[in-house]
């Protein structure tokens, strides 16, 4: 029936995981639940041990980190039913139902995206607050805003596929570190005239990273998107592609560069203001790709 996968790197899973597994159970279906540890801290390793005693659970470590791309993948293939469930470790459900509307969705031609949420109140540290900001501001989408694009609304932190259309596309293992690989495979999903079913089933996304660690996964993920473009398997789809094709056509991109280059500081600082507005970051990530077409 199902197969609930999550990949697990430096995150305390125990109390996500029991509480899926109490909805599988409360559905009465055949499921499993398999977390795989990507090489994360010993830390988290000790504190996610736990999962071992939960009934329905399988827990393994690996001993090299793989990617957030490649280890998607082996989660598939360990799968033992027609019906994968993705999601990302650093969530919480956000009340009893999740799992049950997924089942409920099942649709053996579609992905199912359920979306994602952030807590209304703003985190107590500070230095989380940007990455909470921009969550609510840009990724909590209502599935009415979700089903108008429904390729470019779609993530991986949250979705049902058929085991059978994973295994024709997976993700793509030549992409590094952080980001743009959700964005791959919803294009690869267009590309195969596979529809994305948008629902209301969010998840909550707790693990918020300081406004440092942000913004280097952002140059990082902007850095696997210069390959996608290089290695021409994106479009104009990509809003950052877009606007970047924009100021090229219009002669624009060395003007903006400059402005980047002797206002990064001030556009850093602006960020971390209580109500930042979003723009100066989407400046940011346009001067960082124009920078990355420098070198």
Known sequence: MLSILIPIYNFNVVAFVTDLQQQALACKIDFEIICVDDCSAEQFKNENKGLKAIAGVVY????VNIGRSKIRNLLAEKANYDNLLFLDCDSATVDNNFVKRYVEAIDNSSVIYGGRCYEKSAPLNNDEHFRWWYGVQ????????????????FMTNNFLIPKSIFMQIKLDETLKGYGHEDTLFGLELKKKNISIKHITNP???????NFEDYLAKTEEGIKNLKRLIEADKIDSSVKLYRYYLLLKKFGLTN???????NN????????????PKIRWFDLYKLGYLISLTKV
């Open 60 to 63: 393994e470590e690996l001993h």
């Open 255 to 261: 003007k903006v560069f400059t402005y980047y280059l």
């Open 203 to 209: 998840l909550c996304h707790i693990g918020l990273e």
């Open 264 to 275: 990064k500081t001030t556009i850093l600082e602006k960020l971390q203001e209580k109500e």
């Open 138 to 153: 840009r990724e909590t989408i209502s599935v009415d805003q979700r089903q108008k694009q429904p390729y470019h609304s």
